[in-house]
């Protein structure tokens, strides 16, 4: 156990489906951030958070839809995915200072069928 | 913008052989860096991290790193290789800003009996 919780750790789901993933934290961090990890390929920052505000986006399709309520959670809604989107999702949260590095949930292995 | 390179996307070793996973940087300013491990279907780890002072940096696990300015190299080394330390690594760098850390590739050890 890390501090950062994820779930769930495996998510199956059709193209027209629509779920949620959940990343919880009680490190105290203030920001947090959503990776995608697919296989053979570098890890992609997909968004950040600070202060509950996002900070960047990068060039994530619309089909991916995070949220951010509160400094504990972040989600990840998906909807009308498709199979390439199928990947290791990683949760991460950090104080944002030089020093501090990041702390990652297990993740959630999402296959898109 | 600072970037990390892992010229390596494999290193194989042979258990109880000494263990150097390479890491360049390219920072503007004070580089803060991170070494991060990854087994199979699990987040990131924290190995350890430099932020200014001795050169020679002592993390988890018994692994170390060199920071080393004039090559801006920080690889990552371990004096007696262990078959469970077969994992991917990763070297990461603090961004501008703060906001977020930038990671290379990754690098896979393989350790053999």
């Known amino acids: 156990e890390t501090g950062v919780t994820q779930t769930p750790r495996h998510l199956v789901m059709g193209m027209t489906n629509k779920k949620s993933l959940k990343c919880e934290q009680h490190?105290?961090?203030?920001?947090m951030y959503w990776y995608k990890q697919s296989a053979k390929k570098p890890l992609e920052l997909m968004f950040v958070?600070?202060?509950?505000?996002?900070?960047e986006n990068n060039s994530v399709p619309s089909r991916f839809s995070p949220e951010c309520p509160n400094s504990s959670h972040l989600f990840l809604h998906l909807h009308t995915l498709q199979p390439e989107d199928s990947a290791l999702y990683l949760c991460?949260?950090?104080?944002?200072?030089?020093?501090?590095?990041?702390?990652f949930g297990s993740g959630t292995r999402l296959t898109v069928v | 913008a600072q970037s990390v390179a892992q010229p390596e996307d494999q290193v194989n070793v042979a258990e109880g052989n000494p263990l150097t996973v390479k890491c360049t940087y390219s920072v503007s300013g004070n580089p803060y860096l991170f070494w991060y491990v990854q087994y199979p279907n699990r987040g990131l780890q924290f190995l350890l991290k430099?932020?200014?002072?001795?050169?020679l940096v002592k993390g988890s696990y018994g692994f170390e790193a060199e920071f080393n300015k004039s090559q801006t190299s920080f690889h990552l080394k371990k004096p007696s290789a262990l078959v469970s330390d077969s994992a991917l690594y990763f070297c990461?760098?603090?961004?501008?800003?703060?906001?977020?850390?930038?990671f290379g590739t990754g690098t896979r050890l393989l350790v053999s009996p």
């Open positions: 490190l105290g961090h203030n920001a």
């Open positions: 991460a949260s950090s104080q944002g200072t030089p020093a501090s590095g990041y702390t």
């Open positions: 430099y932020i200014t002072g001795d050169n």
């Open positions: 990461a760098v603090r961004d501008i800003g703060f906001q977020k850390l930038v």
């Open positions: 958070y600070s202060l509950e505000e996002r900070v």
